[in-house]
């Protein structure tokens, strides 16, 4: 979204709200020139992009957290409605903050937040895996940090 007052690509929304099925209104605020305007975007053509570690880029795929979810909570309880919900909260959250743009990283800690709410086996098994562990020091470490939750 260009500032229409001095094409500065940056800028942050102050409201946005629903004007259609697939169609939403924001009022955005240049963060260069503190201009204001406008935008009318359509969800579906916004698609959110993942950009993994090496640099390569992916679009935001469901299924792929679905996939890591179901691993992590083998055998927890933890229904597919809950990790639906989870991620539907997730796209929900980008799409507030109007992110077509996520790291790899960030997108692993929104998962990592919710998920601790939910079953907090599930949540080590998940960190375990997807923070990849150098030593067992630092797996210890965060396993000290969610005791003292
Ligand atoms: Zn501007």
Known sequence: MKCPVCGNID??????RPTGDSEIRRRRECLRCGGRFTTYEVL???????????????IFDRAKILN???????K????????????????????????????????????????RDLDEVSYVRFVSV?????????????????KKR
Do not use: W
């Not at 799409?95 to 990592?112: A, Q």
């Not at 997807?130 to 969610?146: C, H, K």
């Open 44 to 58: 579906e053509s916004v698609p959110i992009v993942v950009v993994k570690k090496d640099g390569s880029r992916q």
């Open 76 to 115: 927890r309880p933890v229904t597919p409605e809950d990790m639906n919900d989870l991620i539907n909260s997730i796209e929900a959250e980008l799409k507030n903050t109007s992110h077509t743009e996520i790291t790899s990283s960030e997108l692993g800690l929104m998962v990592m937040d919710r998920l």
């Open 68 to 74: 890591g979810l179901n691993k992590a909570c083998y």
């Open 130 to 146: 997807y923070r990849e562990f150098s030593d067992i020091e630092s797996f210890l470490r965060e396993l000290e940090t969610l």
């Open 11 to 16: 800028s942050k929304v102050i409201d946005s």
